[in-house]
């Protein structure tokens, strides 16, 4: 044995399936053993013949045991051994397995074919076996060679070969006396096999309820009978679970024939009661095992499904996994030694597998213990031999895969959680792999080479499927990790902590994390509806909410930093001598891509200083732009509206659906999104516009040193433009490099406010970051003979500038920076000199602050709600977003329009489509004015009426044309009662194809609900 035999679980070395495994023949039906189909010679291999049964069935201890408490009794070889044995097991517990291995041993057991399957054990030569399956009878009973039989006791009597001497008691139901069960019985070895009788109990009932008392008095003078016999034997199988399947059936039967379901009831407690007093009776005399027990599960799972299984390769196996188990944390008992031998006994299924199957999936009533766990692995291990995955050295949980449709039929509708398939299909598996496991299985493929994400959410699933209390549901986070580890691929355990646990909190919906466990839950989380009501918040209240962002942001810092945040356009940046930053709002496309030069929606804010670019921008050197990259802006949006949701939520969790319990998990969330809507702004808005040090438009990234989580954004503005750009200096200058690089060369002198206004229009420049550092650099410049001051007659030199004092220097027109050779040859500094004080200017400290007016509606009708100017596709998607999270009619629409007079074609395009319906009535008020020669103005308002005559038709052409227009304002009403909502959204978007750069506002009134 060597390292050469740790090979994959479908190399044919290590294990063989049986070929109906592989082919697809072994079906539903094959593996539902019937007694009754043994018995009539119509079940289909193996079970149809005593040589193939024996071959193909693990024979469990419990099972052997039966055979020879039973056979020995039969035999006489074990006098003592209990002649009534009771199999009360659920669905798929042996019991049918056990009843035909009876029936088979019985009659075939001295045959020498058959004799080695039952060593040690003694099969009398004069056997006879009686056989009654509730499942068969009708309401009237059954046939036996065209023999019509109406009792149980009857077709006992006719299967001993006794029933003409008792015909009158089965035609009469007359219950048989103790003597006549004990003369039909005889002295032969005789073996009672009898199945499905809560079945039978509630079949006859329906018919007879008086029959139901009469077989519970049969079967306890048989169980009399039987024990007092020296070499007789009663077997009774009893599922678990079969009375109420029956009943549920029963129910059903008789609601539908007698349109009630008072009788079925009736007939169910009857027959229930019945059972009960059986049971009873019995109790005092049977002998109760169960022929399964949860170790026998893995060997009937191997005998059942696999030819041949190499003992070497689970050897070597149980050695790999045993060594990659030493390396991880937790849990402490998959490193022992003895589960490296369950590893080798289980082979090729994991441990872990066959534990979750008996304990977790089997506590479900509809799936059929080890007939289901057949099932289930038949489809999966077809699956491996087709797919042949590199790393499939054990079958481990995450191999019942969700992706198969027959395994997610099997493991929904198959146990009763139909809910649960849309639920897997938006989270683990879908067709066309849509699903989010899916999605993020595919961006990792290159890397990961194993679907990990997938191989996770199987997992929780199959340990989530259990009945009982929700905390035995899931799996613990650490042993889940653990499960899908796989020796060969240390990165597979690390990848599962590191980045696929995170993901269950963002981006599944299903899968929610209760204390240490993982749990696949049946109702969206908590945070899954944070982030469905999300879809309903519009892209201009996330724009709003982000805006709030920036404004907490830039609050407080130098305040010689002036922040204007989403100019409408360059007219709303003021143009003046201070350092100001504009934050563009990325919803009006002012939006940078990755290594792309700034468009030109966004230069016209450093190069104009009006909305019609018509206007230069005299301070362009002192004018700052930060602007959004597009590879942030999608996060940023979405967290905005996340936010947004969740403040919605926490308002009244309950009326979204979220249980009081929750509730904490909507407050840690909200607050998570508080913080994360500050760290996606400072990561989305890293793209700085300015003039350069060489008098060039530049475009530069962010630099997070200066824009950490604990700084504000003013401070981080400030640290770029000293540090990073150069473009301020927080200290005096050096007067030369003022007197070389600001001063024109060959100027003689320039007004102190000239000088100020230089640094702040030239591009390229750096800028003194207060007036102040600007005096002192003016008072420093003249100490060191530089420049002297003029002021009318009165000229300041560095002997007397300390008697004027830096506050009494003004920045105005009045006083004069001469350059000291200019003023030396001018005679300036002959003359005397006298002090004055000047006038003082105001150095213009104050701060623009904008307000943000907040309004929240509540309540129903009427409504009014106002959307920002945006381009008319953003516009036409938030009134869809906002239209579909409300309940409401619109009767008024007012759409605005300014600065493009051009945009006017669109709007009048809207009204000749709309002219036609009679029940839209329609307004529309126009205003153009150009202020310089040739000086034009016109301003109109008219109604539907008029807007179809010629001259209106003639000013609305006109204003079409003056595109050299300063001032455009433009509103048409639409008032039409019960709009049609997707005539609307689509007359909005139309104004896009004929105005792409305009920006359109809105205003719809109406009656509706406002959360």
Request: with cysteine; charged share 25%; glycine share 6%.
């Amino acid at each position: 044995m060597t390292r050469d035999m740790f090979l994959p679980i479908w190399n044919s070395t290590a294990c063989v399936p049986r070929p109906e495994v592989i082919s697809g023949m072994l079906t539903d039906s094959d593996l539902a053993l019937s007694l009754p189909a043994v018995i009539g010679g119509s079940a289909k291999p193996p079970y149809n013949d005593p040589r193939t049964f024996f071959a193909a069935t693990y024979m469990t201890q419990n099972m052997k045991h039966i055979l020879e408490f039973l056979f020995g009794r039969l035999s006489g070889a074990r006098p003592d051994a209990n002649p009534i044995i009771v199999l009360d097991v659920g669905f798929g517990g042996g019991k049918t397995h056990t009843l035909v291995a009876l029936f088979y041993a019985a009659k075939y057991g001295t045959d020498s074919a058959i004799s080695p399957n039952l060593s040690g054990i003694p099969i009398p030569q004069d056997m006879r076996v009686v056989t009654v399956s509730g499942d068969e009878y009708g309401g009237q009973g059954i046939m036996r060679h065209d023999t019509p039989i109406s009792t149980l006791w009857g077709d006992i009597f006719w299967q001993l070969g006794v029933y003409e001497r008792f015909r009158q008691l089965d035609l009469e139901r007359i219950v048989p006396s103790l003597d006549e069960v004990r003369s039909a019985i005889g002295e032969a070895p005789t073996l009672v096999l009898l199945d499905e009788l809560p079945t039978y109990l509630n079949l006859v009932g329906s018919s007879d309820k008086l029959l139901i008392e009469k077989t519970v008095q049969f079967v306890q003078r048989l169980v009399n009978v039987i024990a007092e016999k020296d070499r007789a034997a009663l077997v009774i199988a009893i599922a678990g679970d079969a009375y109420f399947r029956d009943a549920e059936n029963l129910r059903e039967r008789i609601a539908k024939a007698m349109g009630s379901s008072d009788e079925a009831e009736m007939v169910i407690a009857e027959a229930k009661q019945g059972m009960d007093d059986a049971r009873a009776f019995i109790r005092r005399k049977e002998y109760v095992i169960s022929p399964i027990e949860e170790t026998d599960a893995v060997h009937i799972l191997k005998k059942r499904l696999f030819s041949s299984i190499s003992l070497d390769a689970a050897k070597v196996t149980a050695a790999s996994y045993h060594e990659l188990y030493q390396g991880i944390a937790e849990p402490d008992y998959l490193k022992n030694a003895d589960y490296a031998n369950k590893i080798e006994e289980s082979y090729p299924f994991h441990p872990y597998l066959t534990k979750l199957l008996y304990e977790r999936v089997a506590t479900i009533d509809r799936f059929n213990n080890t007939r289901g766990a057949l099932r289930l692995l038949t489809r999966t291990v077809r699956r491996i031999w087709s797919e042949k995955e590199e790393d499939a050295y054990l079958i481990h949980p995450f191999h019942i895969e969700l992706a198969d449709s027959g395994i997610r039929d099997d493991l929904t509708y198959g146990v009763g959680e139909e809910k649960l398939r849309n639920a897997i299909e938006a989270d683990v598996a879908q067709e066309g792999g849509g699903s989010v496991a899916q999605i993020l299985d595919r961006e990792v493929s290159d890397k990961w080479k194993a679907p990990l994400h997938r191989r996770t959410c199987n997992t929780i699933y199959l340990s989530s499927l259990a009945t009982g209390r929700e905390e035995d549901k899931g799996i613990n986070a650490d042993l889940l990790a653990a499960v899908l580890a796989v020796p060969g691929h240390p990165d597979y355990l690390l990848r599962v902590r590191d980045q696929v646990f995170p993901t269950f909190k963002n981006e599944f919906h299903y899968i929610d994390r209760k204390g240490t466990r993982y749990v696949f839950v049946r109702e969206l989380s908590p945070l899954r509806v944070i982030d469905q009501e999300a879809r309903n918040v519009t892209d201009q209240e996330a724009t709003k909410e982000i805006r709030t962002g920036l404004e907490d942001l830039f609050s407080i810092g130098p305040d010689w930093i002036h922040v204007e945040i989403f100019p409408q356009d360059p007219s709303r940046l003021q143009d003046d001598k201070v350092i100001k930053l504009a934050i563009l709002n990325p919803n009006l496309h002012h939006l940078l891509h990755e290594n792309d030069l700034p468009p030109e929606s966004v230069i016209k804010f450093l190069t104009y200083r009006d909305a019609q670019s018509m206007k230069f921008r005299q301070f362009k050197n002192d004018t700052f732009l930060l602007v959004a990259e597009d590879s942030g802006y999608a996060a940023m949006m979405n967290t905005a509206k996340k936010l947004i949701s969740a403040k919605r939520i926490r308002k009244n969790p309950k009326s979204f659906g979220i249980p009081q319990d929750r509730k904490q998990d909507v407050e840690e969330r909200f607050s998570e999104l508080e913080k994360s809507i500050y760290d996606d702004i400072r990561g989305a808005f890293c793209k700085f516009i300015y003039y350069n040090n060489q008098g060039r438009i530049s475009v530069a990234s962010l630099n997070m040193n200066g824009y950490g989580g604990g700084k504000n954004g003013k401070d981080m503005f400030a640290y770029h433009l000293e540090n990073i750009f150069h473009r301020i200096k927080n200290d005096i200058f050096d007067p030369g490099y003022v007197d070389n690089d600001v001063m024109s060369p060959g100027t003689p002198y320039l007004s102190m406010l000239s000088l100020f206004e230089t640094f702040h229009a030239k591009p390229g420049v750096i800028i003194p970051a207060t007036q102040a550092l600007f005096i002192d650099t003016i008072k420093r410049g003249v100490e060191e003979k530089k420049w002297i001051l003029k002021r009318g007659n009165n000229v300041y030199t560095d002997r007397d500038i300390g008697e004027l004092g830096a506050s009494n220097l003004a920045v105005d027109k009045g006083t004069e920076v001469w350059r000291w050779n200019e003023a030396k040859e001018r005679g300036l500094l002959d003359k005397p000199t006298e002090v004055q004080t000047p006038i003082r200017i105001d150095d213009n400290k104050g701060k623009n602050v904008p307000i943000i007016q907040k309004v929240l509606q509540e309540g129903p009708v009427p409504f009014t709600y106002a959307f920002q100017e945006s381009p008319a596709d953003n516009l036409a998607r938030d009134l869809e977003t906002y239209l579909r999270s409300k309940s409401a009619k619109v009767d008024q629409v007012i759409i605005r329009t300014s600065g493009d007079s051009s945009s006017l074609n669109a709007i009048n395009n809207v009204i000749t489509a709309l002219s036609a319906e009679q029940a839209c009535d329609i307004s529309l008020e126009v205003e153009a004015r150009r202020y310089t020669d040739p000086k034009v103005n016109i301003e109109f308002s008219s109604n539907k009426a008029d807007l179809g005559s010629p001259f209106i038709k003639i000013l609305i052409d006109a204003t079409q044309r003056m595109t050299n227009s300063e001032s455009f304002e433009a509103a048409v009403t639409l008032r039409w009662q019960e709009f049609p909502l997707e005539t609307l959204t689509e007359k909005v978007r139309s104004l896009g194809r004929l105005a792409q750069e305009s920006l359109f506002s809105m205003e719809i009134s109406g009656v509706g609900s406002h959360r």
